[in-house]
T-cell receptor, first 114, second 111 residues
C-alpha cells in the first residue's frame, strides 16, 4: 500500500537545540497531520495542515504543508527534555467527510544525547 | 477522565485463543478506528467504522473482526490468536475531519 517516507528515523538532541524532521509521499496529499507518542501511550495530535503552503505553529512546534503537496516538515525550536518521544507524520488523499483514511510514516525517534 | 479508553491495557494469551479488545469513547465522535503498531512499522489500519451500521476493512484485516455495538463502543476480536499478532493495538476516533484521537493502547502478547 501507499507509504510515507519519514526522516530521519532517529536523532539525538541536546537541550536547547532546534530539531527538524520531514515526511515525503510519491503522490499528492490533501491533509498532513503530525503526532507525538510517548512510551506506553497513544499518539497525540500536535498539528493539522489542510492547505498547500500552510505554516502552522503550536508553541515551539512549527509544521508546514509543502507547496508540491507531497511533503511536510516539522520543526521544534529550543528543545527541552520532554520533547523526547516518537513523532509520526500522517496524511490522507481525501478531505474530511469522504472515505479517506490516514496513512502513517514509520516515525522519528527523538532521544537525549548521552 | 480519558476521552478514549481501551480495555484491557495488557493481555497475554496463548495461540488459538479468542481475544476481544474493547474501546469506548466519550467524545461523541461517529468515526472509530482500530490500528496495530509494530516496532519500526508505524501504525497500520485494521478496521474502521463511520457509524454504527458501517464497517470497513483496512490495510491488514485478515485474522481480525470488529463489532460496533453503539456509537461509543467499537471492539476488535482475534478469532484464533497467533504469535505474529503480538503488537500494540490502538483505537482512535474522529469527527468528519481527518483529525484522529487515540486511546492509550493495548499491549497484546500471543505465546
Amino acid at each position: 500500500g501507499q507509504q510515507l517516507n519519514q526522516s530521519p528515523q532517529s536523532m539525538f538532541i541536546q537541550e536547547g537545540e532546534d530539531v527538524s524532521m520531514n515526511c515525503t509521499s510519491s503522490s499528492i496529499f490533501n491533509t498532513w497531520l503530525w503526532y507525538k507518542q510517548d512510551p506506553g501511550e497513544g499518539p497525540v495530535l500536535l498539528i493539522a495542515l489542510y492547505k498547500a503552503g500552510e505554516l502552522t505553529s503550536n508553541g515551539r512546534l512549527t509544521a508546514q504543508f509543502g507547496i508540491t503537496r507531497k511533503d511536510s516538515f516539522l520543526n521544534i525550536s529550543a528543545s527541552i527534555p520532554s520533547d523526547v518521544g516518537i513523532y509520526f507524520c500522517a496524511g490522507t488523499h481525501h478531505y474530511g467527510g469522504s472515505q479517506g483514511n490516514l496513512i502513517f510514516g514509520k516515525g522519528t525517534k527523538l532521544s537525549v544525547k548521552p | 477522565d480519558a476521552d478514549v479508553t481501551q480495555t484491557p491495557r495488557n493481555r497475554i494469551t496463548k495461540t488459538g485463543k479468542r481475544i476481544m479488545l474493547e474501546c469506548s469513547q466519550t467524545k461523541g465522535h461517529d468515526r472509530m478506528y482500530w490500528y496495530r503498531q509494530d516496532p519500526g512499522l508505524g501504525l497500520r489500519l485494521i478496521y474502521y467504522s463511520f457509524d454504527v451500521k458501517d464497517i470497513n476493512k483496512g490495510e491488514i484485516s485478515d485474522g481480525y473482526s470488529v463489532s460496533r455495538q453503539a456509537q461509543a463502543k467499537f471492539s476488535l476480536s482475534l478469532e484464533s490468536a497467533i504469535p505474529n499478532q503480538t503488537a500494540l493495538y490502538f483505537c482512535a476516533t474522529s469527527l468528519q475531519s481527518n483529525e484522529q484521537f487515540f486511546g492509550p493502547g493495548t499491549r497484546l502478547t500471543v505465546l
